[in-house]
């Protein structure tokens, strides 16, 4: 058995050296069977077997980072209304383009309208008693304070004189109206409990014959005293004092002997004054009898109607009221009478100087002119009227919704005719669209602002954008496993219709290099355990694994830094073991032996 074994070994050993011989042959010689021997041995000039080779080259290389994201405008708002109320109108609709100012939503404002108008007509009021209280008092005002001063003076003079014989007169014919007016609406009275006779209806109508005169002489009386009558004063003047004295005539006037001074007094020329009693005790006292001749003349009327018209079922109440109302009207005239040619009282002289004091205090406040005081009271009022109006145009403003910017209408969230408040209006500018990525914690070190970059949309992918980042987020979002930044590119849309949310595709160039030593992407090895690289570089028919030192890479190319020069050979893809027949038989050949 061990013979027949050593028979077999050699008997391989003579067929190797044959097909070694054979194969020398073949790779010394050209021709054919060299040919055949590098596709046996995979040696060919493309590369070993599937393997292709390639040699490092310089070059230029630009680095890029890919990333996605998507359009989003730089400006949008959800408009809120600054107010609730009703929807007066709705001025937009989705998709709708405004401009800056536009109104997109109304509410019903009248009464904030009228509020506006009503504090613009405080502030005008304000203003003019401010402008009034700086420009001081007006000739006019202090003429009238003047006049104003001379009446009171005399109305005292007037009443210190005691009552003139018309005065009593018209009084009197006061009280003989009221009398008459009881006696009218007694016998009223009479006749509705009894019904109205021939005789009755001629005594009223001459009842009223007597109340319209009444009424006349009173109305008369009282025009008597609305008329300006003419005064005639002189002033008395001493060391350390003056008297003013004023008669209703010239000749009436003359130095008293009671003129509490023993001192040289100097007396000036007589000058006359206009003055209108206006409402003093004098027309006050008309005026009642003129109002009680009225109430007279109208229960007369009204008698006569009434008589005229015959008894009526409801007319004895009435009739019982107007006795009360007259015989009331007849005591107050005996009153007014009687006070009359009581005279001048003490209470009635107080009363007269009193208003004597208060006109010429105003008269002095006038020719003082406004203090400090007051003018800053105006101005705090004037003041506070403006801050009340710019408030009610606040308001009125807060009713009516406008666009802020150029945009887009997305969304309408309120209807005319609902109470609302809140948001109402969503806006967004698409000329402000920006491309926002989402780039790599790998590929953020290389982005930087102000970097180039070249959009491509999704509804567009053939047409390219340019573009620049404006903006890199300082903080990352982790989304799982993978650490992203926030860059933000702003782009020119080259008219494409670009929305808001559509997908973008961007390559950032991230740096480049010039003149330096590059191999092919898919020739560089990783060893993920060591953190080294490496390339199979083919020298002279044997194939070498050597460490490489790389530098800037795109998605094509990688620097290489260090472990190869320009021209040498690297393989790419799988490498097969070849065997080296020069070696001598594989050991499991020699096992045999």
């Known amino acids: ?157 007037a009443l210190l004189g005691g009552p003139r014989e018309g005065e009593i007169a018209v009084a009197e014919a006061g009280v003989r109206a009221a009398e008459a007016g009881v006696a009218a609406a007694a016998a009223q009275r009479g006749q509705v409990t009894s ?63 009671d003129l509490p001074i023993d001192l040289p007094f100097e007396v000036s020329p007589v000058e006359s004054r206009e003055f209108c009693p206006a409402l003093g005790p004098t027309e006050e006292r008309a005026r009642y009898n003129l109002a009680a001749a009225e109430k007279s003349l109208q229960a007369a009327q009204l008698t006569v109607e009434r008589l005229r018209a015959g008894a009526d079922a409801n007319q004895l109440g009435v009739a019982q009221a107007n006795v009360a109302v007259a015989e009331a009207q007849r005591d107050g005239a005996q009153a007014q009478l009687d006070l009359l040619l009581l005279g001048s009282t003490e209470a009635a002289e107080a009363a007269a100087r009193a208003q004597i004091a208060q006109v010429e205090a105003s008269l002095a406040a006038l020719r003082r002119g406004v203090s400090a005081e007051a003018l800053a009271i105006a101005e705090a009022q004037v003041e506070q009227a403006r801050i009340a109006l710019e408030e009610a145009q606040d308001t009125l403003a807060k009713a009516r919704l406008t666009a802020p910017f150029d945009g887009v209408v997305t969304a309408v969230l309120v209807r005319t005719g609902e109470y609302a408040s809140g948001p109402a209006v969503e806006l967004v500018d698409l000329g402000s669209l920006e491309v926002v990525l989402q780039v790599d914690e790998v590929d953020i070190g290389g982005v930087a602002v102000g970097q180039q970059a070249m959009i491509t949309l999704e509804s567009w992918p053939n047409e390219p954008l340019a573009g620049e980042v404006v903006s890199i987020a300082p903080k990352a979002r982790a989304m799982t496993e993978i650490v992203t930044y926030e860059v933000r590119v702003a782009f020119d849309p080259a008219g494409l219709p670009a929305l808001a949310g559509m997908t973008a595709n961007a390559e950032l160039v991230t740096a480049e290099r010039q003149r330096v030593l590059l191999v092919p992407n898919r020739a560089i090895t990783a060893d993920r355990a060591t953190g080294t690289f490496s390339v199979n570089l083919l020298d002279g028919g044997q194939v070498s694994r050597v460490l490489v030192t790389l530098g800037l890479r795109d998605n094509q ?30 050991d499991a050949v020699r096992g045999l032996r």
């Open 1 to 157: 058995m061990d013979e027949k074994k050593r028979g077999r070994g050699w008997l391989w050993i003579l067929l190797l050296v044959a097909v070694a011989a054979v194969v020398v042959a073949l790779v010394v010689a050209p021709g054919p069977g060299r040919e055949w021997v590098d596709r046996v041995l995979g040696r060919n000039q493309g590369g070993l077997g599937d393997a292709q080779v390639v040699a490092a080259f310089v070059g230029d290389l630009t680095a890029r980072a890919s990333a996605s994201g998507q359009l989003v405008p730089g400006r949008q708002a959800t408009l809120a209304l600054g107010l609730a109320g009703r929807v007066a109108a709705v001025q937009v609709r989705v998709g709708d383009p405004v401009q800056e100012g536009d109104l997109l939503v109304e509410l019903e404002a009248a009464a904030l309208g009228r509020a506006v108008r009503s504090a613009e007509q405080t502030l005008a009021i304000q203003e003019a008693n401010l402008a009034q209280l700086k420009s001081g008092a007006a000739r006019e005002e202090i003429a009238a304070a003047e006049a104003a001063v001379a009446s009171a003076r005399a109305q005292l003079n």
């Open 195 to 257: 019904g109205p006779t021939e005789a009755d209806i001629a005594a009223a109508e001459a009842q009223l014959v007597q109340a319209e005169l009444q009424h006349k002489l009173a109305r008369e009386a009282h025009d008597a005293t609305m008329t300006c009558v003419t005064v005639y004063c002189l002033t008395i003047s001493w060391d350390g004092g003056s008297q003013e004295i004023c008669r209703p005539s010239a000749e009436e006037l003359s130095i008293p002997d």
């Open 557 to 586: 190319v990688t620097e290489i830094r260090s472990g190869l020069e320009e021209g040498d050979r690297v393989v790419i893809g799988e490498v097969r073991e070849l065997l080296d027949f020069t070696q001598g038989p594989p």
